[in-house]
Structures are given as C-alpha cells and as structure tokens.
C-alpha cells in the first residue's frame, strides 16, 4: 500500500479479490466519486446514440467466483458497438485457432483512430489488429458460417453466451449505422482490394453493424469479462464459452489496442486488458480475477467514456487489479 495517484491509495494483490463487503463498498465508492462529472460529449456519428441520456452512469463487477455488484444504471442496455470486438474476436480464435487470425488480421498497434483509412495503406492493406474496424471487418469475414445470416446467427449466439443471456439488437441503431456507415463500407472495400476480406464486403459491414448493435448492460460486460478472466467458462452460467487459450490471446491484444488511441496510456494508468466503445461502455479484465463493466456515455477526444475510465482506475488501484503491479516480498527484506 504505497504508491499513491489521484488519491487513491494502490492496493497490489497476485490473489482473488478482496471480500464481498470490501468489493461492494469499493464499488460504491467509485459511483459516488465520479457520478456528478459531466466532461466529454455523446457520440453522435450514429445518430442514434445522440438520443441517449448523457447522466447515466453504472458500474459492475464480477468475479471468476460468479459473484457481481452494482451501481447506478448497470442494468440499462446499451449498444455494444466496438465492444463486440473483443467477443467476436475470442469466438473466431476458438474456431479458426491462433495462427490463421494471427496472421490475416494482426495483433500490433497501428497508432491511428478506430476507422483509419490511412492505417490500411501505410500497412500494405494489413489490418493490423482485430479492435481497429479494419482489423474487425476482418474478422467478422472470418466469422463461421456460410451466408451472412448464419454468420450473424453464430456471432449472436456466442456473444449471447459470452453473457449468459439472449442478447437482443437494437434495431434503430442498426438502421441508424446502416444510413450513416459510408466509411466502414469503404474499409471493407479496400480490404477486399487487398484480397484480406474474400466475401461480400458489404455482407461483412452489415453483420458488423449488428454485431455492434447488441444490447448489453454494463452488468453484463463484468460477466462477459470475467469469462475472459476465468479460462473461458461464464462464472454464471458454467458454461465453457471459449477455451483458455483464446481467453489469453484476447486480452493480450485487448492490452495492446483496445482502448483506441490511447491504449498506451491506459496501460501505464490502468493496468488492464480493456476495450471500451462508443455507445460509452467498457470492460477491464483481471485475469483470473474477474473485471469491471462501466457504462457513462459521455466520451473524451479517443472515444473512451469519461467516467468508466476514472471508475475502471479507481477500481484497478483499490482491489489490486494492475497486472504490473508488484510488492517486495519479504523473504527479500533485511533480516533483523
Ligand atoms: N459501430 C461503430 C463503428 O464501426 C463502433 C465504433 C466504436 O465503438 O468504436 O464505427
């Protein structure tokens, strides 16, 4: 207990997290920080997401354990939007194994916004990594399934057991990205250009859009994460979802690029695989501890919501989440 940002005393733990009563009063503690700041704006590229009320706020965590606290608004549905990248990204690993997607979609940085263009060309139509919308349309190609609409149905399913419920899709911020998505359907032109997406392009932005459309709770994002963090099997449901492998390939490249831009940054904060999306979720995973889901919709320049990011840290320093973070054992102390 030393290192001490924003005032928050860093707790280090290698363990399981600290009891139910100790999580539940950190959680509520983070809602209570940060619930009246108002920084960062709605997105409103979709329109769709303009219509939301900017004041929610919820927080979640669960634990490998299955247990799962709440505050706020962490039963409100939300679009998942490029959160669904993390999932589809684990469910097409499971299918196809680490080296084909490893290969065809990336695992680097590009150090470019979500939807570069630019990214593409200076990388000789690579994609780079799966959490970029290039890297994700690359993907969602890949995804099983012989018409767009059983790669839909596969991609719902398993996202849906990711979460343990049926996860259902917001039709007007479908329809709403469908008018408005000029861009990624350029994305996936030049990628079939460069012979990195072998179908229909436009069938691959449209299960994209619905991929991004599906409605979850920031309740739901902590049980999803903690999925990751437990080897692939949903604390809930039991299931085994993916296996351990992909849980790790995942949270490697969630580490690397999944909070946009600023993916290095939060690392250095924060300390944990995460991927947050427009509509305002996040979700931080702590290996084989459980994760945190945030909902706030109110973002900063990189699109990562405000207040999920000050909650995430907060959370991240008082239950010892930080995966870097170390104490000096004993055993290495000056005897008496
Ligand atoms: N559906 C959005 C897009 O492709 C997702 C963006 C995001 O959450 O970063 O533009």
Same mark, same amino acid.
């Given at each position: 207990m030393e290192l001490e940002v924003d /005032?928050?005393?860093?707790?280090?733990?290698? @363990?399981?997290?600290?009891?139910?009563?100790?999580v539940d009063h950190l959680?509520?503690?983070?809602?209570?920080?940060?619930?009246?700041?108002? *920084? @960062?704006?709605?997105?409103?590229?979709?329109?769709?997401? *303009?219509?939301?009320?900017?004041?929610?706020f919820g927080v979640a965590v669960a634990d490998v354990g299955g247990r799962v606290h709440t505050i706020g608004a962490a039963g409100h549905d939300f679009s998942i939007q490029s959160i669904s990248k993390a999932f589809v990204y684990a469910l097409v690993c499971d299918a196809l194994g680490h080296t084909v997607v490893a290969d065809r979609v990336g695992v680097d940085n590009t150090g470019f916004g979500f939807n570069s263009v630019i990214?593409?060309?200076?990388?000789?139509?690579?994609p780079m990594n799966p959490m970029v919308n290039a890297g994700a349309l690359a993907t969602t190609a890949l995804v099983p399934g012989e018409t767009p609409a059983a790669q839909w149905e596969y991609i719902r399913t398993g996202v849906s057991r990711f979460a @343990?419920?049926?996860?259902?899709?917001? /039709?007007?911020?479908?329809q709403s990205e469908m008018l408005t998505n000029q861009r990624n359907k350029a994305i996936a032109r030049l990628l079939e250009s460069y012979g990195r997406i072998t179908i229909d392009p436009l069938d691959v932005v449209d299960v994209y859009t619905r991929q991004c459309?599906?409605?979850v709770n920031a309740r739901d994002l902590a049980i999803m994460g903690a999925t990751l963090a437990d080897g692939g099997v949903n604390p809930i449901s039991g299931q085994q979802v993916v296996s351990p492998h992909v849980c790790q390939d995942t949270l490697s490249v969630l580490a690397a690029a999944g909070m946009y831009q600023r993916s290095g940054e939060w690392l250095y904060e924060i300390g944990?695989?995460?991927?947050? @999306?427009? *509509?305002? /979720?996040?979700? *931080?995973?702590?290996? /084989?501890?459980?994760?945190?889901?945030?909902?706030?919709?109110r973002l900063d320049e990189a699109g990562n919501s405000v207040r999920g990011q000050r909650a995430t840290a907060y959370l991240s320093r008082t239950l010892g989440l930080n995966v870097f973070a170390s104490a000096a054992t004993t055993r290495h102390l000056p005897q008496p």
């Open positions: /005032g928050i005393e860093q707790a280090v733990s290698t @363990g399981a997290l600290p009891g139910w009563e100790r959680v509520g503690s983070a809602y209570e920080r940060y619930r009246s700041r108002t *920084a @960062g704006a709605v997105a409103d590229y979709i329109p769709a997401l *303009a219509r939301v009320d900017p004041d929610l990214a593409i060309e200076l990388n000789n139509g690579h @343990g419920r049926f996860l259902e899709l917001d /039709g007007d911020v479908y459309s599906l409605l944990l695989p995460a991927k947050s @999306g427009v *509509a305002g /979720g996040i979700v *931080a995973v702590a290996p /084989g501890k459980g994760a945190i889901g945030t909902f706030s919709p």
